[in-house]
């Protein structure tokens, strides 16, 4: 299947850019690509209305009409696995990628070297999520995709996996023996929490908070490593 990429850009210039860096990407990686391209955030939305099939979604941020943050923050409610990437001349936004997970920021004008980057952690990120973990619950054995967990919580001999769809899998086992079976997504916070840093909607000196608006504590020593971490991944 063709890994699909929409762009979304108000300047017919920078989409037809951005358009011949994908093309030679593909080209050169071998990779099958999908691309389609759309003058403004409405235009976007009408087309993922009829097909709502998208993995990479290249976003101009200050367009006329929506503009390209409130595209992604209106996409999000709908689907956390896009992979999303604001393309700018300001970098004034940064912060707003919390909101939205960003995968990453490109400044116009968009060198090859950059963008190639960037769909190299795009395909990588996909290839990721395919990756599972399973879990030996009392009543079942379940194969859970590790894009799918937000957190594993420790508590005496028993481990919760937390998944985004708000079940809890309780499996007996240490917090330590799970760092072994995920990848550099997860990060250990205190001695109770291993985190899917990817899946972060906020972070503050104190707390977390993911998407359904769960709330974990960051306990001290931790927001700096944690926040230096989150920022790699943009």
């Known amino acids: 299947m063709a890994y ?12 037809e850019h951005i358009s011949e860096l994908a093309t030679a990407f593909a080209k050169k990686h071998g990779v099958d690509f999908s ?18 099939t998208c993995d990479l979604l290249l976003l101009d941020v200050e367009m006329p009409g929506m503009d390209g943050v409130t595209l992604a923050k209106h996409i999000r409610k709908k689907d956390e696995r896009i992979s999303i ?41 996909r290839q990721r999520e395919d990756r599972t973990v399973i879990l030996k619950t009392n009543n079942e054995t ?4 590790l894009s799918h967990v937000y957190y594993f919580e420790s508590f005496r001999n028993y481990v919760n996996a937390v998944t ?13 023996s799970f760092e072994s079976e995920v990848d550099s997504r997860f990060m250990r916070v205190g001695r109770s929490y291993l985190v899917n840093i990817t899946k972060l909607r906020r972070i503050s000196k104190t707390e977390i908070t993911f998407p359904d608006g769960s709330v974990l504590p960051v306990p001290r020593g931790y927001y700096g490593p944690l926040n230096q971490a989150i920022i790699r991944k943009l």
């Open 164 to 176: 985004e769809d708000g079940k809890v899998y309780t499996v007996r086992g240490t917090l330590s």
């Open 4 to 15: 699909r990429i929409h762009i979304v850009d108000d300047s017919p210039a920078d989409i």
């Open 85 to 125: 990437v604001f393309i700018t001349g300001y970098t004034d936004y940064i912060a707003d990628g919390y909101d939205v997970s960003a995968l990453h920021y490109l400044v116009k004008p968009v060198s090859e070297e950059k963008f190639e980057s960037v769909l190299e952690r795009a395909l990588a990120r």
């Open 142 to 145: 379940v194969c859970i995709p």
């Open 35 to 52: 691309v389609k391209a759309h003058s403004s955030a409405e235009s976007f939305l009408f087309c993922y209305g009829e097909d709502n």
